[in-house]
């Protein structure tokens, strides 16, 4: 019996309506589990921590042959309203875009490669499984989202063998790029405790900040590195300096200031934790304060080197697009930070000029662009 294809601008508008803002649902999942569910998929609600989560297979688990795709249908809040031309969760087209609040990231590409998979599994059932899972916690702390997922996965004997996040990847034209690493991140809350005093007596204080300025200095003085084969040089980011003191003639007891490292394979989180501790060791002794690091890392960085699966979806993207996507490993932390541990995974998505922006929108064209080249990369890997 013929089938009816699934639609991904007709899905992707549904989506946009759905007021899904971190950590809300909005109903965008169950949208989800309604469309694949008709499309034969087996799915499984894996919400933890008040996150709603989809993991739907097609296919046997534990399959030799298990494609996934990972993307999420949470948003950042529309921030001013009045500021939008078009409702942001209308989901208006003029002029050739789609408006909305995660048009462009990314409810259009787990529209795409929804549309992709369903169709493909009932026209040409493949000899393996295919995997989507989708998180409503990718845009707040990202710990019940596709964490969660994976640890289901682990205890349930599921598993994909390569994965693919919808995640928009390309900078400036469709097709233009497709990450195969990503950075590390760490952020880095500084405190420096002295002692307070009168500022035409500086010698019976002991200055925070110029502990603080010595320290940064520090940090700053020489690059990380000079960047690696897959990597640009790692980045520090000096994000803020802080004291609260509201008088000009009087020393602060306590400083505080956060940094952020985007680093590359020449380091870890465990490297940099050490090198921040040495460095604050050596200032606190030097000037006489006391120095408190906390150190976060939300993600190490890591690289799906270019082979089989690279190649496969630029194969795809220019036969579709016209384009060889640049395999890059710029820009920040996506959730194939967690897949990276299960199995091998690279992002392909969008151009991602307007995420987050004031009119969010997505060119209505690319998204069934965007379909057409995860259909060939599902037909290339099961081929």
Same mark, same amino acid.
């Not at 040089?233 to 007891?253: E, K, Q």
């Not at 906390?294 to 270019?306: C, I, N, R, Y």
């Given at each position: 019996m013929p089938f009816e294809p699934v639609d991904p601008v007709e899905l992707t508008a549904k989506l946009i309506r759905c007021p899904s803002v971190t950590p809300e649902e909005g109903g965008a999942i169950r949208l989800l589990e309604t469309v694949l569910g008709k499309a034969g998929f087996s799915c499984t609600r894996v919400d933890r921590g008040g996150i709603a989560n989809l993991y739907a297979r097609w296919g046997k688990a534990g399959a030799n042959k298990a494609f996934g795709f990972n993307g999420h249908t949470d948003v950042v809040p529309v921030g001013d309203a009045e500021a939008w031309t078009y409702d942001p969760f209308g989901a208006e087209i003029r002029d050739g875009f789609m408006y909305g609040r995660g048009a462009c990231d990314m409810k259009s590409g787990v529209a795409a490669f929804v549309a992709a998979a369903a169709d493909f599994v009932r026209e040409t059932p493949p000899d393996g499984a295919v995997i989507i899972a989708i998180t409503g916690d990718e845009e707040g702390e990202g710990k019940d989202g596709t964490v969660a997922i994976l640890d289901w996965m682990a205890f349930n004997g599921e598993r994909m063998t390569h994965c693919l996040v919808g995640e928009p990847t390309c900078p400036h034209e469709m097709g233009d790029m497709m990450k195969i690493g990503r950075r590390g991140s760490l952020t880095c809350d500084i405190t420096v405790e002295g002692v307070q005093g009168h500022s035409a007596y500086p010698h019976r204080a002991k200055n925070p900040l110029s502990a603080m300025v010595k320290l940064?200095?520090?940090? @700053?003085?020489?690059?990380? +590195?000079?960047?690696?084969?897959?990597?640009?040089?790692?980045?520090?980011?000096?994000?803020?300096?802080?004291?609260?003191?509201?008088?000009?003639?009087?020393?602060?007891?306590?400083?505080?200031?956060?940094?952020?490292?985007?680093?590359? +394979?020449?380091?870890?989180? +465990?490297?940099?934790?050490?090198?921040?501790?040495? @460095?604050? /060791?050596?200032?606190? /002794?030097?000037?006489?304060?006391?120095?408190?690091?906390?150190?976060?890392?939300?993600? @190490?960085?890591?690289?799906?080197?270019?082979?089989?699966?690279?190649?496969?979806?630029?194969?795809?993207?220019?036969?579709?697009?016209?384009?060889?996507?640049?395999?890059?490993?710029?820009?920040?932390?996506? +959730?194939?930070?967690?897949?990276?541990?299960?199995?091998?995974?690279?992002?392909?998505?969008?151009?991602?000029?307007?995420?987050?922006?004031v009119n969010e929108r997505v060119a209505v064209e690319q998204i069934d662009q965007l379909k057409a080249i995860y259909t060939r990369v599902l037909q290339d890997y099961f081929a």
């Open positions: 940064l200095a520090r940090l @700053e003085a020489e690059p990380l +590195d000079r960047g690696t084969q897959h990597f640009d040089p790692s980045t520090l980011a000096i994000t803020t300096i802080d004291c609260g003191n509201p008088a000009g003639n009087v020393i602060p007891a306590r400083a505080t200031a956060r940094i952020n490292i985007r680093f590359n +394979d020449t380091h870890s989180g +465990d490297t940099l934790s050490a090198w921040l501790r040495h @460095e604050a /060791e050596a200032v606190a /002794e030097a000037t006489g304060t006391t120095i408190g690091l906390k150190v976060s890392v939300a993600g @190490e960085s890591f690289l799906t080197p270019p082979g089989e699966l690279s190649a496969m979806v630029a194969k795809a993207v220019q036969a579709e697009t016209g384009r060889k996507p640049v395999a890059s490993t710029s820009g920040g932390t996506s +959730d194939a930070r967690f897949i990276k541990d299960h199995c091998p995974v690279i992002e392909f998505g969008l151009v991602g000029k307007t995420m987050h922006q």
